[in-house]
């Protein structure tokens, strides 16, 4: 058995971007609402810090509903958990709109152990930091990747380009990708171009396009992206392939994946061989979710230990 990945989805559904497709994009979140995130968040990142050697975890995701990342809360989580010796991978879905210093700033600073009530000293950090605290920033800093999602509708290729280069030259991994529309075909081939050669841009499937892909798109959209033929694929799920992950909601209860049904066990309270019992009830895995986090997905020898987070493994 492998190190295992824990995957977290909050109870966030709202959105700072307006995309005309997306139901996240019209609720408009409530103080109450926001702080109960907050507080649920900070809850599992207490219980990964507690459990995280015991239950073998290399690795967490935070794969939210809505945009996640636009929250203080999320990035002091991050760095909390970035911070332990154990943990190899942090990683979170974003569309890129925060903002890179605030956040790699507060990252920073809870991944170095820091708290809120030091928050202030934030602005002069570095002016103030010792040679070891700089080397623990990259260190911890090259545990972090993100899953940046492109957005047609509320950004351009240039905008999005520089960001991911930002991070990058930060020292945190980064992939980026958007849905395979047929329309955006020359959009996400000019992309690819913006992109640094190392950056890998996946292409989901798109969902309600009513009639499969033509060949001249896949073969167009497999020149960006080489594994977007197992998007396609579908493959039958196999519940025994998924012993080393689970899917932790909000209030603690616990799935193999994204898509699977329920375990009867909570995360707060369950014990190791149950919460990573496997047990799926679908028919199909239809993501990469679901089909990237499996033991025998093809690509874990391009994307290494923790494919979930779909960055090249570094050679």
């Known amino acids: ?122 602005s002069c950090e570095e002016e103030c930091m010792s040679l070891d605290e700089r080397e623990l920033n990259l260190q911890n800093r090259e545990k972090l990747c993100i899953w940046a999602t492109f957005h047609p509708e509320m950004t351009d290729i240039n905008t999005f380009a520089d960001k991911c280069h930002e991070l990058t030259a930060l020292g945190v991994s980064l992939c980026a990708g958007a849905v395979g529309a ?39 959209f497999s020149r960006i992206d080489p594994f977007f033929e197992q998007e396609l694929k579908v493959p039958a799920a196999d519940a025994a392939m998924c012993g080393e992950r689970c899917f932790v909601e909000a209030d603690g209860r616990v799935h193999t994946c994204n898509i699977s049904k329920a375990k009867t066990v909570n995360w707060y309270e369950g014990s190791e061989e149950e919460i990573f019992r496997p047990l799926c009830g679908r028919r199909r895995c239809s993501c990469y979710l679901a089909y990237g986090g499996r033991a025998d997905f093809a690509g874990r020898q391009f994307f290494g230990e923790y494919p979930l987070f779909r960055i090249p493994e570094r050679r």
């Open 182 to 220: 047929p329309g955006n075909l020359s959009l996400l081939a000019g992309l690819r171009e913006k992109l640094s050669p190392d950056i890998y841009l996946w292409i989901n499937k798109m969902d309600g396009l009513g009639r499969n892909y033509t060949e001249e798109e896949r073969n167009a």
């Open 1 to 122: 058995m492998g190190r295992k990945t824990v995957s977290y989805r909050g109870s966030l559904k709202s959105c700072n971007y307006r995309c005309s497709y997306c139901p996240f994009s019209k609720h408009r979140a409530l103080a109450s609402e926001l702080e109960r995130d907050r507080q649920q968040f900070a809850r599992f990142c207490g219980s990964i810090e507690e459990r995280a050697e015991a239950f073998d975890i290399g690795a967490v995701f935070v794969a939210p509903y809505g945009e996640a990342a636009v929250h203080q809360w999320y990035w002091e989580g991050l760095g909390r958990l970035a911070g332990l010796p154990g943990i190899c991978r942090v990683g979170i879905q974003t569309n890129l709109s925060f903002s890179v210093k605030a956040c790699m700033n507060i990252f920073d600073h809870y991944s170095r152990g820091g708290s809120g009530k030091d928050m202030g000293i934030i």
